[in-house]
């Protein structure tokens, strides 16, 4: 399984970044997939998550209602949108998903293939 995350980069507060997550050799569509994301010095968080079997999603409460991620099948591919952002949502983003996990968690332990990770920088 290798995941290729990209769309990070430098947005000033209050601004909009969609990062996306590729996959190849798993199909997303029946697997969950969760971005996660590390801020220097903190523990990795999970930020979102989308299942493999009925398409829920979860956010975190950090996120709700500024975050959405979304699933193109044909693309074998995940987005997560992420809008007003804050100087807070600064770190790097992860993807990661599992051929053992189909509903959306964003338990990292669980997760064995991951992304090389974005960075997202949230500054003026």
């Known amino acids: 399984v290798q995941l290729q995350a990209s769309g990070g980069g430098l947005v000033q507060p209050g601004g909009s970044l969609r990062l996306s997550c590729a996959a190849s050799?798993?199909?997303?569509?029946?697997?969950?997939i969760g971005w996660f994301r590390q801020a220097p010095g903190k523990e990795r968080e999970g930020v979102s998550c989308?299942?493999?079997?009925?398409?829920?999603?979860y956010y975190a409460d950090s996120v709700k209602g500024r975050f959405t991620m979304s699933r193109d099948n044909a693309k074998n591919t995940v987005y997560l949108q992420m809008n007003n952002l804050k100087p807070e949502d600064t770190a790097v983003y992860y993807c990661a998903t599992d051929f053992s996990i189909r509903a959306c968690t964003v338990v990292a332990a669980l997760f064995g293939s991951w992304g090389q990770g974005t960075l997202v920088t949230v500054s003026s």
């Open positions: 989308i299942s493999g079997s009925d398409g829920g999603k």
């Open positions: 050799g798993i199909t997303l569509e029946y697997y969950s």
